[in-house]
């Protein structure tokens, strides 16, 4: 059918996408079942073990009724084997028998075979019918027909009816992708779980992805579409000896998937009442039971062959597949979800033989989700809705399990438990490694000087972190505290919106006391402050004492310092920024390029170029231009050649002239000092009249670039 609809091509798309599924799954029931013995209930004994109780028990019932419809599935299609019978019977007598006529014996005599002999005689005849389904088989591929396929003919271009939507007939082929699973639902009867589930599930959905591939390469060769999607049979016409070996081969396989259904269910029901799980508590103790020696789950039988029953009656093949696609695609998720939390979730009590990955497992939940929708939209929604339903249900009825909040538990201590340790590291690690700006600044002059406030921004648009506070003058009380929330409300109302500087206001009785409380607190990036950053107006600098002062307090936490001396003009960012290196104060040399690169990422600075100037003796100048074309080519600088100027100069020539002249039409000068020189601080930070804003900068200790 599904050859004859989608063609080659798309039963090729449909085997990988569904073994997309499976095989994470396998990979995962395989995973977790060599890390714990899996007893009786087999998938909902790993998700609840896992997932808890009350989750367990949720997609444990979906579980269970899955597998339910699944005997029913199986059962109408085994009277697909009665084709020929059917046929006969209309064409001989004109009589149209419903398929119920053997489907509802069939369920019957089935139910009866397991109630009374247990699962012993459905495994004695699994050997039977694999055997008849193994010759099948064999003789199938070893058929021919008399079918010629088109010129220029390609299995890849085979083109199906198109009769059904490619999810549909996804949906209708799923079902055969599930029985892998058997084993593990047969847990509580197996000798050795840990060895048998891996070697018999992996062993199983692998084998049957080959089968598949060359079972629809067979029929694509041997009959038209037409042919293989209206003739249920059409594989009778192309074995040898196939009116006979398919229909019986047909009834074999169908027969023993139904015979796995109807032993794997009532185990899952019989776990999930021992568990008391169900929602109507007094059904718990019935399905619980179980007779004889090896507690056969009696009761649970029964009620599992009612449900078929019923699904039976509504005899659509169909409409039965979908449903019961929905429900092994949650369960299948569930595992493959279970698989990567353990991984994610590094418990150490888990340590498996065999070992899945975490793409894999994530792959096959994602792949599952995505699957229940492309199906069907309203069966997937109408799915997770019954399920959180059902999940408060059972949760009201168990108050005292655990619950949603224990599902992610592992995984949620593990990602907490990176997360404080990495911003730990990122306080503690050696500030060379990976540097980037997080710079606070202190100012009293908010609503008078704004500059500052859009160097911060430039700072922190792309690469950095930048915190500005407004200082308020006094001691902590009910006014200063006011007064702070007022002043912080116009800030913010003042602020860019496209800003990305916090904002924040703090008491103090003084300037010192200020610097010290901020440098010794993270910012609100959770990275410790790296630089502070004062700010003096060139025109007006009566600031300028208490910034040399503090710069001292500032050096002591190792912070890197920089103090803008912003002009009134307005600021060309085109011209770009210039950065003069002198022989003095090469350690500041590699932060002052990295201040720049990082200022030049912001959208204002938008075609603006980063310029260096370096001043130094004429015997050092080949030796000079060689490092710092070295430097700018190692740290991969967009800074062209030509942007670098090396200036010879005597100690006659005064560097403050020659600035001035060079860089009068920058956007941002950048100079660095040394802290020795602060004792002559007027005459180091002023004397630059004829160029607009400057940043002075001094590191802490040389940056690498």
Known sequence: FAVGTVGFAGVLGILILGHLVTIPTALAISEIATNQKVEGGGEYFIISRSFGLNIGATIGIALYLSQAVSVAFYIIAFTEAFQYLFDWLYQQNGIFLPRQVISIPSMLLLALL??????????????IIASILFLAILLFFAGHTDYSPPVNFSLLSVKGTGDFPFFIVFAIVFPAFTGMTAGVGLSGDLKN????????TITATITGMIIYVFISWKLAMSASPEDLAGNQLVMSNIAVIGKIIIPIGLAASTLSSAIGSILVAPRTLQALAKDRSLPLTRTNYFFSRGKGDTSEPFNATLITSCIALIFIALGNVNAVAQIISMFFMVTYGSLCLISFLYHFGADPSYRPVFKSRWYISLLGFLMCFWLMFQINTP???????????LYFLISNTHRERGGIQDI????MFQISRNIHIFLQKSKKANPEEKWRPSAVCISKATLHRDKVLRFLDWIAFKYGFATYIHLVDGYYSRATYRQSKEMLEKLLARADLKSHVYLDT????????????????????????NMIIFEFDKENPDNLTQIAENIPLSKAGYMDVGILASSRRITNNRQGIHVWIRTTDMENSNLMILLSYVILGHPAWKGGKIKIFNICKAQDY???KEKLMNLIQTGRLPIAPGNIEIIRIDESVNPKSLINAKSAEAGLTVLGFREEQLKHYQELFTGYGQIGDILFVNASRERKI
């Open 114 to 127: 397991i109630l009374k002999n247990g699962a012993g005689i459905g495994v004695k005849t699994l050997y």
């Open 193 to 200: 779980p840990g060895r048998a589930i891996p070697v018999g």
């Open 379 to 389: 069966y997937a929604l109408v799915s997770i809705v019954l399920m959180i339903l």
């Open 408 to 411: 992610f538990q592992g995984a």
């Open 506 to 529: 703090l008491i103090s009785p003084s300037y010192t006391s200020a610097i010290a409380q901020i440098i010794q607190l993270p910012s609100i990036s959770g990275m410790e402050y």
């Open 622 to 624: 080949a030796d000079t």
